[in-house]
């Protein structure tokens, strides 16, 4: 995971919004099968808190559980 994208409010366009720490935008160029379009005031990810990370492995663990260890 390199950013966050949103649809542009006029064109619907997916835009970097903001990038995850230690991600350049040419990073997300390299891995993107398109011309990817920044916004302009480009933001860093804030990184997750304790309690989203929380949610996150939990569900993380309950995933591989619903599919038999396989996520």
Sequence with gaps: D???LR???ETKELTVVSLHEGVE???VEDATGWPV???AGL???PPPTDD???VL???HR???LAHGGRA
Excluded: K, Y
């Design 57 to 59: 492995r939990d569900l």
């Design 25 to 27: 935008p040419a990073d």
């Design 37 to 39: 379009r920044f916004a």
């Design 52 to 54: 989203e990370l929380t």
């Design 43 to 45: 933001e860093r990810t």
């Design 62 to 64: 309950r995933t591989e």
């Design 7 to 9: 649809p542009d409010d």
């Design 2 to 4: 390199l950013c966050m």
